[in-house]
């Protein structure tokens, strides 16, 4: 109902920057009675893959929410599975700007963004928040585990 206004008002900005805003509204109501908002019914049709069962095939790739900020608005959206990241095991501000470009008449995006994220610690304590944990959410990680890493995570 809405998706006609919303996409014509995010076509004004440029495409990270229409990123950046959606975003932003969803860590905005992420762990909030406004999370009803963006609530979907998807039907249950349970698959399993890899010893893992999720309750709908709908999944959400990596890339959206590279940090794990927004877990359970993400989850109230109806995905089966949420993977989170990509992160890697320091903070890094990805490639230059821009970064992001939009295929309008394919209605698609080029993603150059270069695994801009917070961190792999920042992610674990971000992970350890949400309230709806539970098997829909995977990691992206891009980690070599070294002696400096303090990092010791079980999902």
Not at 24 to 46: D, H, M, N, S, Y
Not at 59 to 77: F, P, R, S, Y
Not at 121 to 149: C, F, H, Q, Y
Request: aromatic share 8%; net charge positive.
């Amino acid at each position: 109902m809405y998706y006609p206004f919303v996409r014509k008002a995010l076509f004004q900005l440029d495409p990270e920057r229409a990123h950046e805003f959606t975003f932003q509204q969803l860590r905005r109501i992420t762990g909030t009675p406004f999370e009803a908002l963006v609530r979907q019914k998807v039907p249950a049709k349970p698959v399993n893959c890899m010893g893992l069962t999720f309750k709908n095939p709908l999944g959400l790739a990596a890339g959206l929410d590279k940090d794990g900020e927004c877990i359970d608005a993400l989850g109230a959206m109806g995905f089966g599975s949420i993977e989170i990241g990509t992160v890697t095991p320091r903070p890094q501000p990805g490639n230059d700007k821009p970064r992001l470009f939009r295929l309008v008449d394919a209605e698609g995006l080029i993603n150059r963004m270069g695994f801009n994220n917070l961190g792999v610690d920042n992610l674990v304590e971000n992970v350890k928040k949400p309230i709806m944990m539970a098997s829909w959410v995977l990691t992206s990680a891009k980690i070599k585990i070294r002696r400096w890493s303090r990092v010791k995570m079980t999902i």
